[in-house]
């Protein structure tokens, strides 16, 4: 009973998966979560002493640990607004493992992209049957950079292309530029242009229903 009202430590998992990235020591790691522990009791400013008697090391080992994770930005010496008392912030702690997971966002997201263009440019070289020239290499460059046009959407106007028996990089351009001005940045909205694109009328619903041919649509993912 006496342990249980002494109550319990929570300890993220987030810290414990990422302290080596931050290039936090073992050392260093346990006077951080006694920081952390002392703060959870209220303690906000606990002495090297207090940090020391729980640990098989000095205080002044703590106080070179403290120095050390201050340095590495990862606690903070703050004071209270209206007291000036002093008190151990964790606030950079916090911010630095933000801020490793949004750089693995931004590496996920950018291997990602990476892997698309790639497929895109294999996807083209299929299609034309022959390696893309220097020329052409450049051009779905800007497509992609200049004129950020989503692969998929590249990879519809090709099918587009493809189903028009024109596979030139003039017209997809042309069919890239027409979408851009009507304001198609999805393959949804392309699928929902080729809807009204191909929709027959008049005397065509009828040469259309005597010659039925099978069609493809290239929008279908």
Known sequence: MNWMEDGMTSIPNVLL????????EEKEM???????????KGI?????E?????????????????????????????????????????K??????????????RGQSLQQAMTAEKDLYSLFEEEFGRP???IECETLALWIDQDEHDPS???????????????????????LFEWKKQGIKTVDQAREQGRKFRKPTGTEQVTRSENAVPFYNWLEQ
């Open 132 to 134: 893309l020239s220097a």
């Open 153 to 175: 959407v590249i990879k519809a106007a090709l099918r587009e292309a493809v189903m028009s028996m024109k596979l030139n990089f003039r017209y997809i351009d042309r069919i």
């Open 30 to 40: 346990m006077v951080l979560l006694h920081i952390y522990s002392f703060t959870q």
């Open 17 to 24: 998966q990422n302290y080596k990235r931050l290039q936090i």
């Open 44 to 48: 906000s400013f606990p002495s090297f």
């Open 50 to 90: 207090d940090l020391a008697e729980r640990m098989t090391i000095s205080s002044s080992d703590c106080a070179a640990c403290v120095k050390k994770m201050i340095q590495k930005q990862v606690v903070a010496i703050e004071q209270g607004d209206q007291t000036g008392y002093e008190f151990y912030s964790l």
């Open 92 to 105: 950079p702690l916090w911010n630095k493992i933000a801020a490793l997971f949004e750089s693995d966002a």
